[in-house]
């Protein structure tokens, strides 16, 4: 068993960074800790397997949209075995100033809605009035389509009618056209031409 100890410095702080370092060392199945430092570095320490400890240092050394490790200083010795997880190690301070970082963030958040509130309610007092009349013009429309489907069934009674009355004109038609057939055959054998 071997046990890495690395100051990790750069972009580290306030950036997520120990939280990355835990998710890692647990994927890894390592024991240890994550700490901040007075002096602006972040302190790991991990144990376990000589091939996977080696693996999780190259891993430290993150960069990304906000994490930027600048320099790992790190060393190896024998495990302690005196981890049984990983953690992270906070100080007295740490939360104190990650709520008062908040709350100053919070502030100018609540500035700037307050600002966009300011421009923006006057366009969307203007906009209630345009859609208030968008939808008396909308109730319009549809009291117009309700009237051009009622006379679309009207219409397509009014065919459906016309398709009746034209074949029963129709079938008149060929039984007249059939009886007048008849009796010309009638007449053409009686007068031996057929």
Known sequence: M???TAYVSGRVRWVGYRAKIISMAHSFGLVGLVQNRPDGRVLVI??????????????????????NVENVDA??????????????ITGPDEIGERLDDGIEILKYMMLGINKLIAITEPGF??????????NVKMDGLNCRMDKMLDKQD??????KGLRRDLTGHMDQRFEYIE???AEIKSA???????
């Open 75 to 88: 060393s190896y010795t024998h495990a302690s075995g005196e981890f049984s997880v990983f953690r992270k």
């Open 125 to 134: 007092d203007g906009l209630n009035s345009k859609m208030d009349s968008f």
């Open 179 to 181: 009886s007048e057939l």
């Open 188 to 194: 053409l054998r009686v007068k031996g031409i057929i």
């Open 2 to 4: 071997m046990r890495l």
């Open 154 to 159: 009207d219409t397509i009674d009014e065919i």
């Open 46 to 67: 991990a144990e376990g397997e000589k091939e996977t400890v080696e693996k999780f240092e190259s891993a430290i050394k993150i960069e990304n949209a906000l994490i």
